[in-house]
């Protein structure tokens, strides 16, 4: 619909109809079709010269499918019809062209069906009253063989027209009108219903055409690195057994096993409601899936992922775990129609549902390694700001699913850009690197002028905006997911299914490319230095059997001196940080309280600037629903702000790099005298210990990505919201608001806008000030892990120095009992492990080599 062709004439219009002086800002969409409506529906009734009983309960049953009781919008409606039966709007032509200026032809279409509905109310359709239609879809410009297919359907006599028959079909797509308001995709699905079907392709078999050969070779490369980790570890334990290795070797490769087990690609898929994001899964998937339907569905976060048995495992908030059938899935992964139809948003705040983890073992993508996180659509989510946060926390990639026909909405901007800021960890100009943007419905666009037109704006929003990195590999892609999976399951071969392969090529590129094989070739290296310290621990064993190294009793004292004083290091390093992390703990809790004390002022005066297309009399809900989104967005920044600048600049970096500083020069200083010991005894203690520091080093990582990524998950902001949940106390709290102002049009709507901001902002800010001693508690949380894990890396290397030389002092007093049989049985024995070790090595070169050039 488009609104801009809404004149000063069709305000007065409307305004004698309704008895209300309305502006400009008061026609929405809902109005004009109404008010359209009525005026066909009543021109129906009155044009044969008689209202019978059935009509004016058919009047009143198709009307009310708009409204709910009470609210505003049943009210106006009842105005509308009493101002066109009194004005007899539908006997003026000129009249319903002013109403229907702005209307698309679905919409056009749409009106005309419900003129056979009212039509055949009394048992038959009157010829004065098919003559009556007939010259409205004249005027309207709709083709007179549209009209004969609704005759054919509500009267179920004659035979259509094929072409005709389709082409309604594709105007009365209930993704043509996603546009205006859920209630309108239900009453075209309702529409839909009614018709004829058309005529199917028949499926025969079952056939998925998609593959996903890069992953599938990925896979391949993980497996391997799988069955080379348990090789290097059953060697360590055997070479443990005997006192040629210590441990901490076994703590390193099980570390490694560690991560080659649970690496997977986490793939999430985020939009607003009926964006098609179910159908794009189901395609994905090569199975329907995913509950489908035209009114908005998905109502909980769902983990798609591979498992040995197909099962659903419900994650409940209060921390309770069911297994269900799988027959419940859709049910419980769905919201009713009822909610999504009437906008009821609460009915996702109330849900008790944290996660549902749907396992399947034939799933293309999943067996490929990746795990799928369908959403629930953000823009309609009272907590939108804590389910991104969630979906986006560890995940590979992100795609954003978006309509060609209803291409980038304000909210919808305001979304893309809210995601990336998570992807980013709070930074609002960094363009991203793992974001997709699907155009999806591409087959509903009429032609190859409005497809151009698309891209184009589009592609403009995005290089505006910095939005995404390509490198060499495209990040948007044009698509539609309902014809590709049908394509799928039919096992055909067409543009949509090409367009498809295309995007998932892509994606298949990403994940392999740009994510798995640099992921596969830190593992790699992580073994490889495992098993380069096995072999220096070999050596050293055999070089003590040979009496290439032998200890004299000097010696060994000062080998056991030496281990006393590693344990000093780590006291000195945990007693150091319990300080700095005491002083930081007082200085971000002072720092905290100082910057609450100036927010409330400062959001306050954020409220002038929120914005809303919705009209508050009409939709109310929807209003509150886009200021709690502002609301939350401001406080994110604000956190996030105090973040960056007080607690990160300010605070956590100087006494990092103090902790920092003290652990590297002692971890060095022991380095140095491990060092020494080497020159006398003709061991390589040193060199073990590098190799630990430098993946200290490694481990420790860039601080903002620990703190922003690796605590909070998208941004220190989105992280302490995503705790206390803000969206859906608000709006239950601010739904008490609607009973004061409903029906208050006579009190200018500006007026309403204004109380709503007022009762948001209110509402938020005293539900985060409730919160302050909860997230005072998790940002001293996050603290301490921070430190803990600092001194934990510095104690790991300080014990792999202390078990080197508790293990060389064995290996002597072992070598000074064995008769010379038993070291030659020892030392072929070491001989065999290096054999296996360096075999080890050498085809983890080759899996480096390959993941560096995959």
């Known amino acids: 619909m488009d609104t801009s062709r809404v004149t000063s004439e069709t305000v007065d219009l409307l305004s004698r109809i309704t008895g209300q002086k309305l502006s400009q800002r008061d026609i929405t969409p809902q109005v004009l079709f109404l008010a359209s409506l009525v005026t066909v529906l009543m021109g129906v009734i009155f044009v044969d010269g008689t209202v019978e009983d059935q009509e004016k309960q058919r009047l009143l049953k198709i009307l009310y499918r708009f409204s709910l009781p009470e609210s505003d919008v049943r009210r106006l409606t009842h105005l509308m019809i009493k101002g066109v039966k009194e004005h007899q709007t539908y006997k003026k032509i000129q009249y319903l062209l002013k109403l229907t200026s702005p209307l698309s032809e679905s919409e056009k279409i749409l009106l005309i069906g419900f003129g056979y509905e009212m039509s055949i109310a009394d048992g038959e359709i009157d010829v004065r009253e098919k003559q009556y239609l007939g010259i409205v879809a004249k005027n309207l410009g709709l083709k007179s063989e549209y009209l004969e297919v609704f005759e054919i359907a509500f009267t179920n006599q004659g035979n259509f027209d094929i072409t005709a028959l389709n082409e309604v079909h594709f105007l009365l797509d209930p993704s043509r009108f996603q546009e205006l308001d859920t209630v309108f995709v239900k009453v075209a699905s309702d529409m839909l219903a009614i018709l004829p079907a058309k005529p199917e392709i028949k499926i025969t078999q079952k056939h998925t055409t998609v593959s996903y050969d890069e992953l599938k070779k990925f896979q391949v490369y993980r497996q391997e690195l799988d069955s080379y980790c348990n090789l290097v570890s059953q060697i360590i334990h055997e070479c443990k057994d005997h006192s040629f290795l210590t441990s901490t070797l076994i703590d390193d490769i099980t570390e490694a096993y560690n991560k080659i087990k649970n690496q997977r690609f986490r793939l999430a898929v985020v939009g607003e409601f009926s964006k098609g994001k179910s159908t794009l899964l189901n395609a994905l998937l090569g199975e329907e899936i995913q509950p489908v339907r035209a009114v908005p569905c998905s109502g909980t976060v769902t983990v798609l992922k591979y498992g040995t048995q197909k099962r659903v495992i419900c994650h409940y908030k209060d921390g309770r775990v069911e297994e269900i059938a799988f027959e419940q899935y859709k049910a419980k992964a769905s919201i009713s129609k009822e909610a999504a139809v009437d906008h009821r948003s609460d009915e996702l705040a109330q849900s008790e549902i944290e996660e549902i983890i749907f396992e399947h073992p034939e799933l293309a993508l999943c067996k490929s390694g990746v795990e799928i996180v369908d959403s629930p659509g953000l823009n309609e989510h009272p907590d939108r700001t804590a389910i991104t946060n969630k979906l986006l926390k560890d995940t590979d990639a992100v795609i954003f699913l978006t309509n060609a026909l209803h291409l980038l909405t304000e909210k919808e901007k305001e979304l893309i850009q809210d995601v990336r800021y998570q992807i980013n960890h709070g930074s609002e100009k960094k363009p991203a690197e793992n974001l997709f943007i699907l155009v999806n419905f591409m087959d509903s666009l009429d032609n190859d002028e409005d497809r151009q037109d698309v891209r184009q704006r589009l592609e403009s929003f995005i290089k505006h905006k910095n939005l995404l990195i390509t490198n060499g590999e495209t990040r948007i892609h044009y698509i539609s997911a309902k014809s590709a999976l049908k394509t799928i399951l039919n096992g055909n071969n067409d543009e949509y299914l090409r367009d498809f392969k295309a995007f998932t090529k892509s994606l298949e590129n990403f994940l392999t490319i740009e994510r798995g094989y640099l992921e596969i070739k830190k593992i790699a290296t992580k073994i490889n230095d495992t098993v380069e310290s096995g072999l220096d621990g070999l050596n050293q064993a055999k070089d003590t059997l040979d009496g290439i190294i032998k200890l004299s009793e000097v010696t060994k004292q000062e080998i056991i001196e030496q281990i006393g004083e590693a344990s000093g290091h780590d006291v000195k390093i945990q007693l150091l940080a319990d300080d700095i992390r005491d002083t930081v703990f007082e200085l971000a809790n002072k720092s905290w309280h100082e910057w609450i004390e100036g927010l409330g002022e400062r959001l306050a005066n954020k409220i002038e600037k929120w914005t809303s297309k919705h009209n508050p009399i009409f939709n109310q809900q929807q209003v509150r629903q886009d200021y709690i989104n502002q609301f939350t967005r401001d406080l994110q920044r604000e956190i996030d702000e105090w973040g960056e600048k007080e607690l990160k600049q300010k605070i956590l970096m100087p006494n990092i790099e103090l902790l920092d500083d003290y652990i590297n020069k002692e ?182 080599n390959k993941s560096t050039t995959p």
């Open 667 to 848: 971890l060095q200083s022991l380095k140095e005298r491990f060092n020494d010991l080497d020159q006398k005894i003709n061991t390589d203690f040193s060199k073990q210990i590098n190799l630990a520091i430098n993946n200290l080093e490694d481990s420790f990582g860039d601080l903002l990505t620990y703190i922003s990524g690796g605590l909070f998950g998208g941004g220190i902001g989105a992280g302490l919201l995503m705790i206390i949940g803000l969206g859906g106390p608000i709006m239950w709290a601010v739904a008490g608001v609607g009973a004061a102002i409903a029906g208050a049009i006579g009190f200018g709507i500006d007026g309403l806008y204004n109380d709503l901001k007022i009762k948001v902002f209110e509402t938020g800010w005293e539900k985060f000030i409730d919160s302050t001693e909860q997230l005072t508690n998790k940002i001293g949380e996050t603290i301490g892990l921070l430190f803990d894990n600092r001194v934990e890396g510095a104690i790991k290397v300080i014990t792999k120095a202390i078990y080197l030389c508790e293990n060389l002092l064995e290996q002597q007093e072992k070598a000074h009992h064995e008769n010379l049989e038993q070291q030659e049985i020892e030392k072929a024995f070491i001989n065999q492990k290096r054999q296996e070790l360096e075999q080890v090595q050498q085809q983890l070169q080759t899996i480096i």
